[in-house]
Structure formats: C-alpha cells, structure tokens
C-alpha cells in the first residue's frame, strides 16, 4: 500500500565529536554503506529493487516500511533503500495491528510493504524488481539509514535513527573484532527488525561478505539440522537460544561441530551459562553487550582471557567509550551511536552532552572490563536495599540443576518488594533448595528469593529475551499461596 507523502525524519541529536570522527583517518573517513557493501557484493536484484522504488516515488531521505518475517526479501530491502539514500524502517512481523498503526504514524512512509506484497503470486515486490535498475548510488554517508523501533518501549513507539556511516563503522569494527572471514556463516533466528538480526545478518555479511542463513521462527530441532548442512561457524544472540538448543532432545555435539564462535548478550548472560554453552558446543563462547541505540559496544577478543570473556560482558571495541555516573549507571559514547529518536524529547532525556544514558547499571574494573549488574528499573528494593536483579540470577545460574534463571519483585506492604526467582531447571529446585544453595555460597541473606517458581521454559520476547515483563505480573500474581505469610 502507498501512503501519503512522507514526513522527513531528521535526526534530532549531532553527535559533539561527528568532525573528528570525520577527520582523514577516522572512524568515519569511509564511503557510505551502501557502496561498501557494493564493493563487496554485485547483486542485480538490489538494483532493480532501488529502481522499482525510485518508481514508487521513492527519493533520498524518504522511508521505506516494510512488515516481514526474516525473509531474504527483507535484506534485500535495506539494501535498496541504501541505494536511494532512503531510510529504512522495518516493523516487527509479530507487532499486532495497532502497534502497526503507530509505528507507521512515527515514521509516515512513502511506501510500506506486507508479506502479501513480498509473496504469493505475482507480488507487488516481484513487480518492483522489473523496473529500470538502479546502478550508481545517490547515498551520502550523512544520511539516515534506519529508524529502528526499541524493544520492551511504553507509550508511544520509540524509534532509533543511524545513519549510513555510523553502521558501516560498526560493521567493518565487529568483523574485525570477530575475526570474521568469507568462508564462516551466520545463523539467524533474531528478527531483521532488531539491532542484533540487522548487525549480523545483513551488515556485516554485507561487508565481509559471508554466508547469512535467515530463520523465519525459532525451532532448536531445525537450528540444530541448519548448523550441520550450512557449515554454520558462528551465532549470536541471547542465552534463550543456547539454552533451548542444547536441551533439544536431538542435540548432541557432532550436529554442532562446524561452530567456532558463540556470543551471548542481553539480561542472564552468566560465567555458568558461558561454562556450560563452552563444554556443550564446543565453540569459543563470550560474552557481548549492546543496544539498539548503541550496538556491541563491548565484547571479549579470541586472544583476551577465556575467564574475563565468562565474566564479564567484555571491554570496549573501536573507538567506543564508556564511564560511570555516580549512581552507576553506564554512559557511552562513539561513532556506532545513534544521532537520536524520532522524537526530539526523548533524545534530550537520554543524551548528555554527547554521552548516551544506557539505563544499565554497571561495573568497570581498574583496565576496562565491563560487566553490567542490572538495569535501574529491574532493581528491586527490599526495605529499602536495593538488589540487582542480575545478582540473584548469577546466583540462581551458578547451581548446577539451573540451565536459566529470571529474578524480579513483587509488591509487599511491609518491605516494599520482595523477590521472586523463575527458574528452568532440571530436577526439582524448591524454595528450601534455593535457600540452601544461597546460604552455603554465603550470599547476603536479603538478596536470597522469598518465592520459587520453576517453568518448562521462560516467557520471551520476540528478540529472544526473557519477557520480564510477563514475569512480573506472574509473581505479583501468584497461583499459589505465598510461601511467605505476613
């Protein structure tokens, strides 16, 4: 469907240090994404797709939305707007209709795409692809790239905006931090629509170039069946996956043999999940942290020490910097971040002066390492003492019946909150067991659960994250009585 003219997004934040990045030598003395990418792969359907957008209207600066699963359709997509210097502006293939409609109203598209318009019959993409091709690129490295929407955001969407330079940056640097080459490949279960599904299966093979294996819906069994006839040498992605993929009931370490590398990030990242994921698959396996805004800031290198890359979420990369404020909480800044949000109040509340507001709470050692404890709005507060969720599932994870392991509060009159341990698990581990465990690995009596609940699986967001959320509601809702009277 086409839409009424678009609305331009401009970026609403300039990143302080943009000249320097920008000077001879610098993160940002690079040609625009897409030409990078050209360099790397000569694809005529890019070409003609840019074509058929050019023919839709399409121009620099416009948007381009599209709904899709992770389809290779939705590559090629990215790959034409960067051609015309339009934005992208993928949406969710889960996101319901309307979370659609205000999306769609934040980003006011030129053209906004379906899976009905991708396929089945004679599509409306198919159709697109028969127009004059488009060769030679009109993209400035300047120019918006994306608008991608934040997972886990309330009220009105939020939607990130990076541009063609700041990506191709971070693209070269992760490969090179990877120690990526074209004879690996990537499995893909994360959407295209997030940071991570975008970084890794589209940008960095597009630079390297690699082999990029796209799933459309998340099935250990059929993970397990891609890893071994793709040769696939590399994943990415939060532990959820890992988890699943070793609990298969067909997994077993020869369907596995091709991986080499594995890096994990998100909440639940622990040095047992790191241990067990190492001794299970066999592949070098670390830890990573990132956002939306900022992607993989800081991870571990194949020469760094295997115990800081379990426990710790890495140091920085490239020319990413990181500190502390005094409560904590981790500011970054470097040329990978975003320019800003769609909406300029929400870009003023999260940058200061130059350095990004993460909302995480972190630890950085005397040399770099970084390990983030929680986010500050998953601290729970019992009688006043804060507790990083992060902590007790540390905790929870290193007991060795515990494969994952979620922590949250629940409202109490008295305290304030308590707290809440989701566990999946094998055997049964009970609230006495948990009890127990925390009491002989001397842990602060406070911070142990006050309620157990052990799942078959956790709830999770589309991106593969425990859905907190969800857990929430759970413990502040219990099904049973609390074990823990007034």
Not at 286 to 291: A, E, I, L, V
């Amino acid at each position: 469907m086409t839409r009424e003219p678009s609305r331009r997004l401009h970026p609403t934040y300039r990143h302080p240090l943009g000249r320097a990045y920008r000077e001879p030598g610098g993160a940002w003395d690079i040609p625009s994404l897409d030409a990078i990418i050209t360099q790397a792969h000569d694809d005529a359907r890019v070409d003609a797709l840019a074509g058929g957008l050019r023919a839709e209207g399409v121009r620099r600066g416009d948007v381009v939305a599209w709904q899709l699963p992770n389809w290779e359709e939705a590559a090629l997509l990215y790959r034409a707007c960067w051609r015309l210097g339009a934005i992208a502006g993928p949406v969710h293939h889960q996101a319901g209709a309307g979370d659609v409609d205000r999306m769609l109203r934040v980003l006011s598209p030129r053209l906004v795409l379906h899976p009905d318009d991708v396929r089945g019959g004679r599509s409306r993409f198919e159709r697109l692809l028969e127009a004059a091709p488009v060769t030679r690129s009109a993209a400035r490295p300047s120019d918006l790239a994306v608008a991608l929407f934040t997972s886990g955001s309330t009220g009105e969407p939020k939607a990130a905006l990076h541009t063609q330079r700041g990506l191709a940056h971070k693209a070269l640097t992760m490969a090179r931090v990877h120690g990526l080459t074209r004879a690996d490949a990537v499995l893909m279960p994360a959407p295209l629509a997030h940071i991570s599904g975008l970084l890794n299966a589209v940008l960095i093979p597009g630079v390297v170039p690699m082999k990029a294996v796209l799933m459309d819906k998340w099935d250990p069994e059929r993970a397990l069946d891609l890893i071994a006839s793709e040769h696939i040498t590399f994943m990415i992605g939060p532990p959820t996956f890992f988890v699943h993929l070793m609990a298969a009931p067909g997994f077993s370490t020869e369907r596995v043999a091709s991986l080499r590398l594995v890096s994990s990030g998100g909440a639940g990242v622990t040095a047992a999940f790191v241990e067990s994921a190492r001794s299970a698959l066999g592949a070098h396996v670390k830890r990573t942290y990132g956002s939306t805004e900022a992607p993989t800031v800081t991870t571990s290198r194949a020469d760094d020490p295997p115990g800081r890359a379990a426990t710790t979420d890495g140091h920085p990369v490239g020319q990413c910097e990181i500190r502390l404020d005094h409560n904590r909480e981790l500011l970054l800044r470097g040329p990978e971040l975003f320019v800003g949000y769609t909406d300029a109040a929400q870009t003023r509340a999260s940058i200061d002066r130059g350095w990004f507001r993460t909302g995480d709470l972190a630890h950085v050692d005397s040399d770099g390492w970084l390990t983030i404890v929680g986010r500050i709005k998953d601290t729970i507060i019992r009688g006043g003492e804060n507790i990083t969720a992060a902590e007790v599932e540390h905790e929870l994870e290193a007991h060795p019946s515990v494969r994952q392991a979620v922590a949250v509060g629940y409202p109490d009159p008295v305290l304030g909150e308590r707290v809440c341990a989701f566990v999946v698990a094998e055997g049964s581990v009970t609230l006495d067991v948990v009890r127990a465990w925390f009491a002989e690995r001397g842990v602060t009596r406070f911070k142990t659960p006050e309620r157990v609940v052990q799942l078959d699986a956790l709830p999770a967001l589309a991106a593969g994250k425990p859905d907190r959320a969800a857990l929430r509601i759970q413990a502040a809702n219990p099904a049973e009585p609390d074990p823990n009277p007034r």
